[in-house]
């Protein structure tokens, strides 16, 4: 069973940027590793992924702005988050998705192992 913690998340300005970070406990190359955030009275949101084959994926609200990597001998996902607005604010996740699949998986129930959460709060 992989374990997955995430880091990094605080209290930004408007304009202002942060880094996130997953640390897995096993080898990420197994996954499709993505990121998704929670803002408060709303559904989980599909935000980014990095797929086996390094292939990445954004949702049109993040895109130019954020940056997802993975570093694959640290077994660690980041995404890097630039322009922050209010609208970014919430409890950011990390996932693994444990099935080959062609398709980009793109719903919370595709994948199988999540983090507890790191949450970001932009003020205005």
């Known amino acids: 069973q992989v374990q997955l913690v995430e880091s990094g998340g605080g209290l930004v300005q408007s304009g202002g940027s942060l880094r996130l970070s997953c640390l897995v406990s096993?080898?990420?190359?197994?996954?499709?590793m993505a990121w998704f955030r929670q803002a408060p009275g709303k559904e989980r949101e599909f935000v980014s992924v990095?797929?086996?084959?390094?292939?990445?994926y954004y949702t049109d609200s993040v895109k130019g702005r954020f940056t997802i990597s993975r570093d694959i001998t640290k077994n660690t996902v980041d995404l890097q988050m630039n322009s922050l607005t209010f609208e970014d604010t919430g409890l950011y996740y990390c996932a693994a998705d444990s099935v080959v699949k062609v398709g980009v998986p793109l719903s919370r129930d595709e994948y199988d192992y999540w983090g507890q959460g790191t949450e970001v709060t932009v003020s205005s």
């Open positions: 990095v797929r086996r084959n390094n292939a990445k």
């Open positions: 096993g080898p990420i190359g197994n996954y499709d």
